[in-house]
């Protein structure tokens, strides 16, 4: 890959002092290196300067164009691209694999249509980087939320139409006490569990992956799903609830993903992802969510895919299908409001990241550091036992050499409860901040949709103002406008809530099992005592 020219996708600010490149979207690079590590290429920009870049945020630049009957051929396969012969050895690190060109694949995502189309030939495929395994990439998923800009009449906030949105597709939002607002939420709540991973194959075992089995509590039917499934479903609810912060999927991997240990956690971190989704009152409700989770007839899978990603009510579109109270809202005050949680986010980001980073650490030095330095100490009372039995005139030999052998083996026990113990207090805490690191990575975007909304209205007051805009036209903007903001505000209260409820019990679990562990340190040590009583 080296030597190869890329373009960027998206902006990325590099750190003041440091090899970070700071790059712009839509310009060209060039690839020195693709194999740094941690997601990252080194390269140099149109001016010769030179650093290091995520390989997630470019893709490479390939000058070919697909035939007529390639193009033919991949109309036809339009949005069975999930459903291909792919697997999941394309996993690598937070950015895609290098896939062969007459394997079907995504080309770049139309600016204004929002609309994905396939072809046998690709014009642009994803720089990837041999990683390795690591738990804390250093560069999240970009989520790319939409920003505002009037496309024809398509605009949300300028759109002179009022979109008729299904009821089944309607999503409601009630202001509650010390106006806030709140998704209003339908049906009896529900769970979903993740179970029974197992290495299936295809083709005469020449592609191999992995199916979990997810059962709903609602009609307790299992439906067989893949990482790769749950890929598209995530890609699906990006680009439809543009207001709403996605929670992250586990990091794709290359190596290692058909061990035992690799494919258990991934499970967990899938099942804190469903969690999550089946606890928020609009996701869990979604068309394409219960399609997901029901759907256990190939025919029917694949048609309600195809009508998932031919949705036309997505984006900036689904505005239309929020409903809420017509009344005003103070204007300057959710300004403020809106300012005060962009900087409560913006401090709570790094915060989540280092308890991540500790969390995992101590998962290590738990299963390595710790169990090594336990039973060094073990060995250590064990060898002093031998040693003394070498003396034939020592008293009660026997009790003494075996207590001390006791005590030796209490500790090589102690060393092995280290190595077990992070599967139930670091990895599961280290799991479910995996999620909410990636809802607060992503809630600057939504953020940023209300104050895009706010400044498109200035903008239009000056007009009206100016005589160059009707108060009329201002005063729809104004209504939607506040759409937007009790979106915001809604999303706002739904993670007071989790925060509140789930990552309450997530620490009380974990200090539970942390008083557990510790107990059974103190039981062996205990045990090991008594072995000296005469």
Not at 296 to 309: H, I, N, P, S
Request: with cysteine.
């Amino acid at each position: 890959m080296d030597g190869r020219q890329v373009r960027a996708l998206y902006d990325f600010s590099g750190e003041p002092g440091s090899a970070e490149l700071s790059i712009i979207a839509g310009e060209v690079l060039t690839v020195m290196r693709d194999n740094v590590g941690d997601g990252w290429c080194e390269g140099f920009n149109s001016v010769g300067k030179s650093g290091l870049f995520p390989a997630a945020y470019v893709q490479i630049i390939e000058a070919t164009a697909p035939t007529t009957a390639n193009a033919a051929n991949s109309q036809q396969n339009t949005g069975d691209f999930w459903d291909d012969d792919w697997d999941d050895d394309s996993e690598v690190g937070q950015t895609q694999a290098y896939v062969p060109p007459l394997q079907q694949q995504p080309s770049v995502q139309s600016a204004q249509s929002g609309s994905i189309e396939y072809s046998d030939s690709v014009s642009l495929q994803t720089v990837h980087s041999v990683i390795p395994d690591r738990a804390i990439p250093s560069i999240p998923k970009k989520n790319n939320k939409f920003t505002f800009s009037k496309s024809g009449e398509d605009g949300y906030l300028l759109s002179c139409k009022n979109i008729t949105v299904p009821e089944s597709e309607q999503i409601f939002i009630e202001e509650i006490e010390n106006g806030q607002f709140q998704w209003v939420s339908t049906g009896e709540s529900y769970n979903c569990v993740v179970t029974s991973p197992k290495k299936e194959s295809k083709l005469k075992g020449l592609k191999s992956f992995i199916v979990y089995q997810l059962t709903p509590t609602f009609n307790n039917i299992q439906v067989s799903r893949r990482y790769k499934h749950f890929d598209w479903l995530h890609e699906r609810l990006e680009e439809k609830f543009i207001f709403i912060p996605i929670p992250p999927l586990p990091d794709k991997q290359i190596s290692g993903r058909y061990e035992e240990q690799f494919i258990e956690h991934r499970r967990t971190q899938l099942q804190e992802f469903v969690d999550y989704v089946c606890r928020h009152p609009v996701l869990s409700k979604s068309r394409v969510w219960q399609h997901f989770i029901t759907c256990t007839d190939e025919k029917r899978w694949k048609q309600g895919k195809r009508q998932a990603e031919k949705e036309e009510l997505l984006g900036d579109t689904y505005f239309h299908g929020i409903k809420c109270p017509d009344s005003p809202l103070d204007a300057i005050k959710i300004e403020f409001q809106t300012d005060a949680f962009s900087r409560f986010i913006a401090g709570l980001d790094p915060v989540v990241k280092s308890l991540m980073a500790m969390a995992t650490d101590q998962a290590k030095k738990h299963q390595q550091l710790y169990k090594r330095e336990f039973q060094k100490v073990g060995q250590c009372f064990h060898a002093l036992g031998h040693a003394l039995e070498a003396d034939d005139s020592t008293r009660n030999r026997t009790q003494l050499n075996q207590a001390l052998k006791n005590t030796g083996e209490a500790y090589n026990e102690i060393g092995k409860l280290y190595e077990e113990q992070p599967k139930y207090d670091w990895e599961p805490l280290a799991d479910k901040f995996h999620i909410y690191r990636g809802i607060i990575n992503n809630f600057p975007d939504v953020i940023n949709i209300h104050k895009s909304a706010v400044q498109k209205r200035k903008d239009c007051e000056r007009l009206v103002t100016e005589r160059k805009m009707e108060a009329q036209q201002l005063q729809e903007l104004n209504h939607r406008t506040d759409v937007i903001a009790r979106a915001l505000g809604a999303e706002e209260t739904h993670f007071q809530s989790e925060r509140e409820i789930h990552i309450n019990q997530a620490i009380k679990n974990h200090l539970v099992e942390q008083i557990n562990f510790y107990q059974k340190i103190v039981n062996k040590l205990q045990e090991a005592l008594n072995s000296f009583d005469v």
